[in-house]
């Protein structure tokens, strides 16, 4: 291995090592999710999925229009094995896991006519909450939503991704019938913020560059100078929103920046003439309501960023009013056919100055911010770049 490729394989290792207890249990959910979309036995779901990724391994791009790309082939080699040595995982797992959302994307864009909702068989959403300062310093905030059969007891990793502070988080954009991205090639554009990108800018300029490798979800990112922006992600297109005062925060299934919103709201629009639904159907109403929480999540920052505390980001992400566009999730339903009501499994607050984080879980039918908080301390955490 290159100096270079070592990297990639430790900080696989490191992320197999930080998911080991999971592992197995996350694989067997992410198996019975690919098979119950792509509508064929587990294993040939399997199989379908490590073929395509060994594909698009092999579909890399001139580097000629994309330089950043060289060499990156044999650092996803060298991430991927790292992280199937560090989680005692095979290697077929974390194949499994790495082209998963890939796989789930391509299926919804080809799902013939039905009438089942696919609110409950899609990826888990979440929320992510940044304040640039507050009585505590930089705060970041998350939870990480799902269905009851994503329930797990990991406690959060540390949210700064390389020496240089830069800090990345993902939520799910949930984009049905979307354009199909003319490079197929498995980018691994996160890992390069970590590796190349020091603030924000630098982080969006790679990201938006490489627009047509990632996606679909919303970004956060931000820096040690408290600079941060959402990228709301399709396959092929892109909504940014850069904060003017370092405040921001993005939650699943929404959009705010307008040209992308419309695409968005456009792509349901054909889901649901596509499959025979209307706007009366479960996943409309679900849609409707991240929407309204979307809204509902900005004005909260937005009124916390006029004096900013640990106190009023916990209100915030804990916010629970038994309404749908509440920010913190209880299992509840916002449509009688939706198939399952989503939780926020697991709530963290991060402290960046102190390097800790208050943390819950939920614990059905008890919802997360009726459960007891605990503390981490990050104190020797390995920053690979």
Known sequence: MTEREQKYYRQGFLHGRDQKCAAKATTLVLRQSLATTLRVPEAEAVRRTVVDYQR????QPPLTRY?????????IVAYDQGAADGSGVPLEDVILRANYLHTITASLRTEPPHQ???????GPGCTLAYFPRSDRGPLVANN????????????????????????????????FEDEVSPERFPAPVFLMVDELCGTTSEAVDLLTRLNLFWGPCNTLV???????AIIEKSTCRYGLRKSADGFCATTEMSAEEPKYKAYLWETRERSIRNRGLTHDSADWAYWKAAERRSARLLSLVKEASKAPTFGKMEAIIYDHTGQPDQVHMDGSKCHPDQEAGEWSIRTAIWVVNERAA???FAEPPVSGHLT?????????VELVF
């Open 222 to 228: 931000a820096d040690r100078q408290g600079d941060s």
């Open 144 to 175: 990480n939503d799902g269905t009851i059969n994503h329930l797990h007891r990991l406690e959060p990793f540390w949210i700064v991704a390389n020496r240089a502070e830069v800090i990345l988080g993902t939520v799910s954009s949930g984009l």
């Open 116 to 122: 089942t909702s696919l609110c409950a068989t899609t």
């Open 67 to 75: 330089p950043e790309l060289k060499g990156m082939r044999e650092c």
């Open 358 to 360: 208050q943390y819950s």
């Open 56 to 59: 698009r391994l092999d579909a």
């Open 372 to 380: 007891p908080r605990h503390w981490k301390k990050y104190e020797n």
